[in-house]
């Protein structure tokens, strides 16, 4: 099999209704997309990206319909999160029907659930009728994908129609919640959406590490890594320690001597920075550089985002 690349939605629609695997973009990163509602083409989902059935994936839904068919009830600060920010980057872990397959679920009770904003995906949705459960389109552990190429690069082989809708807006994936026993929020992935963007309607959501290791793969410490080492902190230190090794910088905003370095905003723009950060990790993991060094973003909006996905690619090895 080898991909085809091509802004057919009538086409992935009908691949997707006869359980084929087709991959779709959104706004924060593309997906891998099978018929929520076929078992069997969800777990050549799995396959396809190698991915470890433990680690569940997120149903998108277009409209309120879709969702009253994915999940049982949810509570009214998930009404007022949906009023707010969807479409868009925002994933909510919620009780799922009993007609949602343990597979998407990995066997949880709850299921993970985003409408997504890309025009490309939404018309898709409206065409097929059926929620698609998505995962990133990557290999497992992998960084994901922003733009067709980048899943044509990888999984090309492996399924026969990339819905290209160009880059990704956002470049990094949905921030995940879900709601807690307390009453309360716990934040499982930081992404699209920025705590303080947040905080208005449900407060500050409790961190991953506050409530208990966390064993779902997204979430596990070495995950988003490039094959190059990956190595987070102050950069004129860490180009000391590599020094005589071709350095490739990713910073913020300016340069700083190296083999070769990328700079994801010169304006400061976080937004703009989180857009690039996985075109500039894949491009260099292809480059002649032999070790990568990261700066730490400010810790705000989405700097967390991308904070946490540099942190992972770095896991590993700090
Ligand atoms: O932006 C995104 O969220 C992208 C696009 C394609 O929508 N999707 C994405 O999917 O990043 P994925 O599979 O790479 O990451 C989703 C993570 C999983 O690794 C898992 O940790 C978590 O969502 N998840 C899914 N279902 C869950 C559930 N029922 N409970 C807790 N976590 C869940
Ligand atoms: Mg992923």
New binding site residues.
């Given amino acids: 099999m080898n991909a085809e690349i091509g802004g057919d939605v009538h086409r992935a629609a009908d691949m997707l209704r006869s359980g084929e695997v087709v991959a779709i973009p959104?706004e924060?990163?593309?997906?891998l997309a099978a018929n929520a509602f076929d078992p069997v083409a969800v777990l050549r989902v799995f396959k396809v990206k190698d991915r470890p059935a433990f680690?569940?994936?997120?149903v998108?839904v277009g409209d309120r319909e879709q969702l009253a068919k994915v999940v049982k009830m949810w509570p009214d600060q998930a009404e007022a999160l949906m009023d707010k920010f969807w479409p868009g980057?925002l994933?909510l872990?919620l009780p799922k029907r009993p007609e949602v397959s343990d597979l998407v679920?990995?066997g949880?009770d709850?299921?993970?659930v985003?409408m997504?904003a890309h025009p490309t995906t939404r018309e898709l949705l409206k065409v097929t009728g059926f929620p698609l459960a998505?995962?990133?389109?990557n290999p497992f552990g992998y960084v994901?994908p922003t733009t067709a190429e980048h899943v044509a690069d990888q999984l090309g082989e492996r399924i026969p129609y990339i819905l290209d809708g160009g880059p990704c807006g956002i470049g990094v994936?949905?921030t995940?919640l879900?709601p807690l026993a307390d009453g309360g929020w716990g934040l499982?992935?930081p992404?699209?959406v920025s705590l303080e963007a947040l905080e208005p309607i449900i407060g500050r959501p409790t961190q991953r590490q506050d409530h208990g290791p966390q064993l779902?793969?997204?979430?596990l410490p070495s995950h988003y890594a490039p094959r190059k080492p990956v190595y987070m902190g102050d950069v004129e230190d860490l180009a000391r320690r590599f020094h005589g090794r071709r350095t490739a910088v990713i910073s913020f905003r300016s340069e700083h001597p190296a083999f070769r370095c990328e700079v994801l905003s010169p304006s400061g723009d976080l937004g703009e920075a989180a857009m690039h950060l996985f075109a500039v990790l894949r491009e260099l993991d292809a480059s002649p550089c032999e070790v990568i060094l990261a700066e730490e973003f400010p810790e705000h909006g989405l700097g967390r985002a991308i904070n946490d996905r540099l942190r992972r690619a770095s896991a590993a090895r700090t």
């Avoid at 680690?55 to 997120?58: A, F, H, S, T």
């Fill in positions: 959104t924060t990163v593309y997906g680690d569940p994936l997120i998108h980057p994933t872990v679920t990995s949880s709850t299921v993970a985003r997504p998505a995962p990133s389109a994901s994936e949905s995940i879900a499982l992935r992404g699209g779902l793969p997204g979430m």
